[in-house]
């Protein structure tokens, strides 16, 4: 009896372009099946990943995106040190000092909407202009010190800025080959950020005596040096080229509509909403809870800020190049469940050092979360969905980092400051929850 056989003919096209094979099962019929970026090797079609270092120009986008992450986390972790002095300087309580963290929802939720159709009319070339200029425009008001009800306006702007760079590079680097490694090392850059900007601020203010407010001159300057590498980095990757490589038989339209309609994008942005609540949550109000619940003196409660994102970056670095060995839903499963044991630590023994080591344990096992997430969205989603799947669930995190830590102020207002570490506990039980409803995950070709 014969057997079926199936021949793949493979069209002489160069590698990175898409196109369409045709697949015959011996008789007369056949089929164009589209195909993603690839090459031939021993003779099989493979997928063809463009590399950290090639094209060339790669190496110079990968500094100017590890550069805008440094810039990003120094935004986020400079909250934890400079709530307890906004909060003095304008004499707020709790709940209305809390505004710093929801404010920037608003502009989150426009790049959330919005950042797939802006690639196509300005490519990345328009996002690494417009992205950082939001930020400048927004640092520049703050270092002028206004009134407080312009701060929490103008930190809107600061959203969107990040949002859209954060959709935007993430997805990039998920087209590349070593994508676990590379977002990593991405995520490290932010937490390294994290990490020195509760230092500055807090010796800005504590050993220069100056006000809260002159940290964000460093800021205005390090955005407006983000616009001018990023520029330079990307000036070629215009609306025209986005749409060319990443849309196929004309599907340039309503991306972000298809996404949605995804269940894995919807478990992803829950899942990212519930994690950078969580990591700002914690880093935001930790040096408040170490003050007032751990009796902390004032530099050294804001070195546990330090201490977490510190914790976050080394994580970041070190498991970004285990978790591919174990396979992301396995790792980050197991990484919730050392966060769990060492966050109970971190609640249940009320010694100051003892909480300064466990917050930075949680920060080391977490680390690796965020881009695990983005690699998830890699592997279930097809290449053309993953700007508008990665934008949509990175914006619905950075949602999460303004609604939840504002909610931790709300609750701490009503409760007081110690409700920190069960909200805490309890997000760290929601994630694993939601991480294990994921399907199960390919591995990429290259990384077989």
């Known amino acids: 009896m014969a057997t079926a056989t199936t021949v793949i003919e493979m069209p002489a096209t160069p590698t990175n372009q898409h196109t369409s094979v045709e697949i015959s099962n011996g008789s007369s019929a056949s089929t164009q099946i589209p195909l993603e970026p690839f090459a031939q090797a021993n003779g099989q079609v493979v997928q063809a990943w463009e590399r950290w270092n090639r094209p060339r120009i790669n190496t110079y986008r990968l500094a100017a995106i590890f550069f805008a992450f440094l810039v990003f986390g120094m935004n986020d972790g400079s909250y934890g040190a400079l709530v307890p002095y906004i909060e003095q300087d304008y004499h707020l309580s709790y709940i209305v000092t809390s505004l710093v963290f929801l404010s920037p929802f608003a502009g989150y939720t426009v790049a959330a909407l919005f950042s797939d159709r802006l690639h196509m009319f300005v490519g990345r070339r328009g996002i690494a202009i417009i992205a950082p200029s939001c930020k400048v425009i927004s ?103 986005y749409i060319d490589v990443n849309r196929t038989d004309g599907a340039d339209k309503g991306m972000t509509r298809k996404a949605l309609k995804q269940k894995v994008t919807w478990i992803c942005a829950s899942f990212l909403l519930c994690y950078v609540g969580l990591e700002v949550s914690l880093g935001g109000w930790i040096v408040n809870f170490m003050i007032r619940v751990r009796k902390g003196q004032p530099f050294p409660s804001g070195m546990t800020a330090t201490g977490f994102w510190l914790g976050l970056t080394v994580g970041r670095v070190v498991l970004g190049f285990i978790t591919p060995m174990i396979g992301e839903r396995i790792a980050v499963s197991a990484y919730l469940v050392i966060a769990v044991g060492c966050e109970l630590v971190f609640w249940l023994v009320p010694q100051f050092i003892v909480s300064a080591v466990a917050v930075a344990l949680v920060g080391f096992f977490t680390g690796p979360i965020f881009p695990s997430t983005i690699i998830a969205v890699t592997k279930l989603l097809p290449s053309e969905m993953h700007v508008a799947a990665i934008g949509f669930s990175a914006a619905v995190g950075g949602s999460g980092a303004a609604l939840l830590p504002f909610a931790v102020g709300a609750i701490a207002q009503a409760k007081g400051p110690a409700t920190l570490q069960p909200i805490v506990l309890a997000l760290l039980a929601v994630l694993l929850g939601i991480w294990l409803t994921l399907p199960r995950m390919p591995k990429r070709l290259h990384e077989a």
Not at 164 to 177: E, H, K, P, S
Not at 222 to 227: D, H, K, T
């Open 139 to 241: 640092y520049a008001v703050i270092a002028a010190h206004p009134p407080y009800p312009a701060v929490v306006a103008i930190l809107a702007i600061t959203g969107l800025g990040n949002g859209l760079l954060d959709a935007a590079w993430n997805a990039w680097i998920g087209t590349l080959a070593q994508t676990n490694q590379l977002l990593g090392l991405l995520h490290g850059f932010y937490g390294l950020g994290a990490t020195i900007s509760p230092l500055i601020s807090t010796s800005i203010i504590t050993q220069g005596h100056l006000g809260w407010w002159t940290f964000f001159y460093i800021m205005t300057g390090l955005s407006a040096l983000e616009i001018l590498t990023g520029t330079w980095a990307f000036w070629s990757e215009t609306g025209a080229k």
